[in-house]
């Protein structure tokens, strides 16, 4: 499995300390997974679990803050293979862990905490779809 400089990047990012950072990443991760999810879907696979994960992306995508900066991700050409997209469901996964620990961490504000738990939610169910395109 060979991550690129965009994932190894956005899961460094990803466990930043600051929350301007940690929610920039996210969004940037969720629009990659939105576009791996997209590019694969006629590929052979299980299509259904790549609109799925595209559906998942986009609306954990629309619960956060648009980033201040940065421009869209470049999406890979992949392989039609499982392996292939480990790499975005790792970053999926960390995306998850990394807004519930800001939702925990999160103080006074019940709406900010409930949109972060929700968009970590659409992020394992992307994770798991995309785990599942091919038959992972």
């Given amino acids: 499995m060979v991550k690129s400089t965009a994932v190894q990047d956005l899961e460094s990012a990803l466990d930043a300390v600051d929350d301007s950072t940690v929610l920039t990443a996210a969004w940037d991760a969720f629009d990659l997974a939105v576009g791996v999810a997209d590019a694969i879907t006629w590929q052979g696979g299980d299509e259904l679990q ?14 956060l803050p648009l980033p ?33 620990k800001m939702a925990d961490s999160a103080e006074g504000d019940a709406a900010a905490q409930d949109s972060l738990r929700e968009a970590a939610d659409h ?5 798991n779809a995309l785990a599942l395109v091919w038959g992972r």
Wanted: charged share 15%.
């Fill in 50 to 63: 790549a609109l799925a994960a595209a559906a998942a992306g986009a609306a954990g995508r629309a619960l």
């Fill in 123 to 127: 992020a394992l169910v992307a994770a």
């Fill in 68 to 100: 201040a900066t940065g421009s869209p991700r470049e999406v890979p050409t992949l392989p039609a293979e499982a392996e292939a997209l480990e790499p975005f469901v790792m970053l999926m996964s960390r995306t998850h862990a990394a807004l519930i």
